[in-house]
């Protein structure tokens, strides 16, 4: 499976960004889709996830600004991303996995990897 992520750029603090990751397969049946977020100079840390079942996760700091969505048919999963801070500029990577994992925070837990999308946040 590859992962194809788009849709970053600049916006003001306080502003909305949307970020897309489209799968070069079908991805209806037992398959998470998320994302993670690298800082410069900072480690990579868990953003959020959806199972195919509908469930999702998200990292404190984004809970309650960030929506992760989900199209099957289009193979694409939306993080919609609200109220943005300056600490949320960071490169957004898409990524992917079959089945699930409890340790769903962890880099190593996903199989699949799309490149990065740059969002910045200016102040």
């Known amino acids: 499976v590859q992962l194809q992520a788009s849709g970053g750029g600049v916006v003001q603090a306080g502003g909305s960004l949307r970020v897309d990751c489209s799968a070069s397969?079908?991805?209806?049946?037992?398959?998470?889709m998320g994302w993670f977020r690298q800082a410069p100079g900072k480690e990579r840390e868990f953003v959020a996830a959806?199972?195919?079942?509908?469930?999702?996760y998200y990292a404190d700091s984004v809970k309650g600004r960030f929506t992760i969505s989900r199209d099957n048919a289009k193979k694409t999963v939306y993080l919609q991303m609200n109220s943005l801070k300056p600490e949320d500029t960071a490169m957004y990577y898409c990524?992917?996995?079959?089945?699930?994992?409890?340790?769903?925070?962890?880099?190593?837990?996903?199989?699949?990897w799309g490149q990065g999308t740059k969002v910045t946040v200016s102040s």
């Open positions: 990524v992917a996995r079959y089945g699930w994992n409890v340790a769903w925070r962890a880099e190593s837990s996903y199989h699949y």
């Open positions: 397969q079908r991805t209806d049946s037992n398959f998470a």
């Open positions: 959806r199972r195919s079942n509908g469930a999702t």
